[in-house]
């Protein structure tokens, strides 16, 4: 089982980026799949998840409304597209996987029971 983010990149205040997620050894549509981010000297936030078999979707206030999340299931990949990017939105952005998302309250939960390694997010002028 093995999850691979990508499509990091520095880019401009205003700017947008698309983030990929794939995955080997399991198929993404029969899990839950969310992104993640930490950015240095903070704690670790979630920030959007999609249930599985095309269920709910689920997103932090802080991105709600610029960041989308998507699956291409042929390809077994899911999508983070992300608009008006901000300065704060500066972190390494990780993908998870689990049986269903964790959500409290209004708070998507960064738990899950695999995730691979990240991918750098800069937003700067």
């Known amino acids: 089982v093995q999850l691979q983010a990508s499509g990091g990149g520095l880019v401009q205040p205003g700017g947008s980026l698309r983030l990929s997620c794939a995955a080997s050894g399991f198929t993404l549509d029969e899990h839950a799949v969310g992104w993640f981010r930490q950015a240095p000297g903070k704690e670790r936030e979630g920030i959007s998840c999609?249930?599985?078999?095309?269920?709910?979707?689920y997103y932090a206030d802080s991105v709600k409304g610029r960041f989308t999340i998507s699956r291409d299931n042929a390809k077994n990949t899911v999508y983070l597209q992300m608009n008006s990017l901000k300065p704060e939105d500066t972190a390494v952005y990780y993908c998870?996987?689990?049986?269903?998302?964790?959500?409290?309250?209004?708070?998507?939960?960064?738990?899950?029971?695999?995730w691979g390694q990240g991918t750098l997010v800069t937003v700067s002028s």
């Open positions: 998870g996987a689990d049986l269903e998302c964790t959500v409290v309250g209004d708070r998507v939960v960064p738990l899950y029971d695999s």
């Open positions: 999609s249930e599985k078999n095309d269920g709910d979707t």
